[in-house]
């Protein structure tokens, strides 16, 4: 297997896991891999899920590390360009499926890898923020 090919795979082990910890959770999963917009193929949304408790769709984007770093940030994978993708995919996605309720923006990372033989670590960072009108949020550079 190349090596694009087993980042690949370990992306769509890391999603599995972040859906995983996500029901377990209490969300509903609504899609997975959602292209908002066909056009242009770098506008996706690895997870779109319901918080039913809170009446409000989540926007979820999973990162997948090898290993914890202690020397580096959460969230350091994501940079601007990223970030405004990820920004007009959402709103893309909000528009074409006429949802006009509360949402937000959350980042999901694991940790490990498939082979690994140690615990995979979760952590669920919820309201990072990517929209203007978000009250309480986590900033990307925490």
Request: net charge positive; glycine share 6%; hydrophobic share 35%.
């Given at each position: 297997?190349?090596?694009?090919?087993?980042?690949?795979?370990?992306?769509?082990?890391?999603?599995?896991?972040?859906?995983?910890?996500?029901?377990?959770?209490?969300?509903?999963?609504?899609?997975?891999?959602?292209?908002?917009?066909?056009?242009?193929?770098?506008?996706?949304?690895?997870?779109?899920?319901?918080?039913?408790?809170?009446?409000?769709?989540?926007?979820?984007?999973?990162?997948?590390?090898?290993?914890?770093?202690?020397?580096q940030?959460?969230?350091?994978?994501?940079?601007?360009?990223?970030q405004?993708?990820?920004?007009?995919?959402c709103?893309?996605?909000?528009?074409?499926?006429?949802?006009?309720?509360?949402?937000?923006?959350?980042?999901?990372?694991?940790?490990?890898?498939?082979?690994?033989?140690?615990?995979?670590?979760?952590?669920?960072?919820?309201?990072?923020?990517?929209?203007?009108?978000?009250?309480?949020?986590?900033?990307?550079?925490?």
């Open positions: 297997m190349s090596r694009e090919n087993v980042g690949v795979a370990h992306g769509r082990w890391g999603e599995d896991v972040a859906c995983e910890v996500l029901r377990c959770e209490g969300y509903e999963i609504v899609e997975r891999n959602a292209r908002p917009c066909r056009q242009d193929r770098r506008l996706e949304i690895d997870l779109v899920v319901y918080d039913k408790p809170r009446d409000m769709m989540v926007f979820v984007e999973v990162k997948q590390h090898k290993a914890r770093s202690f020397r940030r959460r969230l350091r994978s994501v940079d601007r360009h990223k405004e993708l990820l920004r007009t995919a709103r893309t996605w909000l528009k074409r499926n006429g949802w006009k309720g509360a949402y937000r923006f959350d980042v999901v990372e694991v940790y490990g890898t498939p082979q690994a033989r140690q615990k995979v670590e979760i952590d669920h960072i919820e309201r990072v923020r990517l929209f203007e009108n978000e009250r309480k949020f986590i900033n990307w550079a925490d």
